[in-house]
Structure formats: C-alpha cells, structure tokens
C-alpha cells in the first residue's frame, strides 16, 4: 500500500501519543487480539486504524475500573457484556480496591485542591509511578485509590517523615509487592484454580486475599520487631566500643615534668597526661568557661573521659550544637552523643543519638585526610563510630573504607603537624600514632566481620594480635576470634 493511502491511519508514534500507552504495550494487545492488526507497508513501517485509539482507552479504562485480566476484557469487547461468572470473580479479586474504586475520579486540575499536596510532589509520586492517572478524553485523571495513596504520603508528611524518605520507602515496598502479586497471580491460577468451579473460587477468594493482607501486617511487625531487637543489642554493646576507642592518656614518657604556661598547650598535657577531671574543669573556677575555641573540645573530652558524662554532654549542647568547620570538635560531639547511645535510653531516644552521631561525622567522612594531629584523630573516631553503629544504618562499608585509608595514608606520611612543642610531637609520632595503628586494626578487623568478609577479618586480627600487648583485652579478643574464624574456614574448605 501507498503511503499517500495512509494519511488517515496512525504510526506506532501517534498511537501511543494519542492514548499514552507504550508501544510495546500496543504491540502486545495485538497480540492478545485486542487490536486489529496494523497495515504493514514494509519491515519497519506499519500503520493503524484509528478506531484503535478508542478502544486503547477502553481496555485501559476497564484495566484500572474493574481489575479484569486482558482474556476477559477481549471477551466483553468483543461481546459487549461481562458473564454473570466473571462479573463475581471481578468482585472477589477487587474487593480490597472496592472503597477507594467507588469514589468520584479526580482531574489534575482539582487534586491539589483535592489532597491537601502541592502538583509538584505529586508529578514526582507519578515519575516512580507510585500512582497512575489515567487519559480520558485528553484529560489527567486521578483514582480513588491515587488519591488515598497521596493522602497517605500526606499523612506520613504531617507525622514528620520527610517526603524523599516517604518516595524511597514506599518504591522499595512497591516494588518488592509487585514482585510479590506477580508471584501470587501465577501460583494462584496454576494451583489453586485448577478445576475448580468459578463458584468455588469465588467464594473463597475473598477470604484467601483476607489472610494474605493479615499475613503481610504481621510479618512486617514481626521483621521490625525483630530488627530493633537485634539494633538494641547492638547499642547496647556501645560502650565497649567506646573504651576500644581510648588513645588516652598516654604512656607520658615525652610529657615535661611541670604543667606548660600556654591554656592550649596545658589543655593537651592534661589530656595525655589523663587528668581528665582537671581538664574538664578548665575556664569553670569562676563561673561559666570562657575557652578559646580549640579549648573548648579538650574540655568535653575531659569531662567524657573523666566520667562526667552528663557535663559533656551540656558543654556539647551548648558550645558545638551545630556541625563546625572544626573537624575536631564534630568528633568529640559525635563521641559525647555516641556515649549515650544504649546509655539506658531505649530504642527511639538510642537512634535519635545516632542520628546525631551521624551529623556531626558527616562533615569530617566528607573531607580529605590532612597531616595534622586533629585531622588524623577526627578520621580515626568517624570511621570507628560508622563501623560500629548498628547495621540499620548502613555505615559498615564506608567506615572500613575510611580507617583502611587512614591507615595507609598515616603509615606512609611524613610526621604529623602539631604546631605545638616537640614534646608533644614526639607523643605523637611514639605514642599516640603506634596505639591508634594497633586501634585501626581491630576496628577493621569488627568491620569486615560484620560485613561476612572473613578472611579479610584474619588478616586484621594478626595484626593485632602482633602489635597489641598480649593482655589486653583487644588481643585477647583477636586471638579467640581467629581460632573461631579459622576453624570455620577450614570446615568450609572440607565441603569444598
């Protein structure tokens, strides 16, 4: 055929244009026997009636309508009525639907007005097609149950759920339901319908999609029961990570014999000499402290080391509530709230704790590695709090990432900028730089265990055990754990 013969038909484009549905959808209506077949012109052209536009918007009008699989809406298409059989399975299949189904549909012009959420967050909920309006007559139309699903974004919203937290959850659970009802479908007709009568699925259906949704509730309540558990005892084990994290004080055998005259260089002498209680007490003889800033985190971390945990954390809330540019000072907030986390708090107040943690590390996980003592200090607290925060929040990978790179860049650095007497440069380069290296390894060696990465956890715990002294209870804990590793390894090495 001409194409000068085609000039009332319809490519495969304008089809789908015109009813905004997909190709490949078109092609498989065909298929199904919806559709005439188009008028082929050559391998890669094909044209189409335009009487398929209509009964496009029909298949997909009685698709969201009446929840019909397309064998049954070929039949009433092409006889014009629904059995009477099919009519009670509709029924029983869309029972759940019903009360959102029934409502008024919703123009685009009105859903807005109509749900209380801006078009905008609206458009986005349609582009992860968390709702699907439906074309009708060249108009954007809402369901009833599109508008009960942005009504519950809304709810959700109100609650304090942020909205992008609300579209990534909500994809994650519609995607793994879809997954879930395409599984249901399949063994639903190949099992359960069998030879059975309509009559007697039908009267069944009802009650099997009941106890499907019930099943659904009570094994989310049971997953998330199960999860703050296992959060909880892994909180609850924070405070042996925090006394894993100790660098001070110092064996001090580069302090000087006297305290230094400099509030500063005092602050650091106290701090590796470990009188915490003096150092906490800084700038407080008369009245509120009135600490230099880089003072002020000293102090907190006197006040954290000394056991004044309550105190640290009222400078913290006072003095660095907000992230700073001072990388140093976010650490010792993050471990003054990490302290906390487990701390006899419960679960939601334990995770508003993290969060915080989580916060103040941000900054520092965003910056480069810098020669200088605070830097290397900082990096070192933000990628053990991210390797032992509970695995819910997801910060294992990255904070192995952080101390294995620490470790490199330290070990092959030339020595550490203090900016402060060679005293202390000397503390650091012999004292605090070789226990910090010991430090890295055993929290490198809890993190690859945590993420299954066994014999990347052996090759840390030998250097702990290495370097660490022998009775400590760091190295006892490698060495019981690579007797526990290794045993496992080589069973796993006898099934192979």
Known sequence: MAISKNKHLLRIGELSQATGVSGPTIKHYIQEGLLPKPVKTSKTMAYYDP?????????????????????????????????????????AFSKSHREY??????????????????????????SIDLITPHIRDGQKFYSGVDIQIIKLVKTRSDLGVPFDFNMEVLKIYKSAIADAVSADIRHFVNHITGDASYH???ANMAEIEASLDEFLVLNKNKLLRALINKALSQMNQINNHFEAMRLFPTPGQMLPAVEPPGLYERAVFLLCKGDFTKLGELGTATGPPKLPADVIPLSI??????????????????????????????????????????????????????KKVLTKIKPIAAKQFANTWASIIAHFICGAIQIVTPQVMDKVHSG??????????????????????????????????????FRMNYFLAQGYLKTGQSREAVKYLD????TGDPDSPLS???????????EQLSASSDKL
């Open 51 to 91: 009487s398929c536009v209509k009964k496009i918007k029909l298949i997909k009008t009685i698709q969201q309508k009446k929840f019909l699989p397309l064998n049954v809406i070929k039949g009433l298409i092409d006889s014009g009525k629904i059995s009477d059989e099919e009519k009670e399975l509709q029924q």
């Open 101 to 126: 189904e029934d409502q008024v549909t919703v123009k685009a012009a009105d859903i807005q007005k109509q749900t209380g959420v801006s078009y905008d967050k609206i458009q986005l909920m349609e």
């Open 200 to 202: 007697k699925i039908v």
């Open 301 to 354: 971390l006197g006040d954290l080391l000394g056991g004044q945990q309550q105190r640290a954390l009222e400078k913290t809330t006072r003095y660095i509530h907000k992230p700073s540019a001072r990388l140093f000072q976010n650490a010792v907030a993050a471990l003054v709230y990490f302290s906390f986390v487990g701390h006899d708090t419960g679960y939601v107040q334990s995770m508003l704790y993290a």
């Open 400 to 437: 192995i990432t952080i101390l294995a790179g620490l470790l490199k860049f330290t070990q092959e650095s030339e020595p550490i900028e203090t900016g402060l007497p060679l005293w202390f440069q000397n503390t650091v380069e012999l004292e605090i730089m070789p226990e910090m290296h």
């Open 463 to 466: 250097r702990v055990i290495a």
């Open 476 to 486: 006892e804990w490698a060495r019981m754990k690579k007797l526990t590793l290794n």
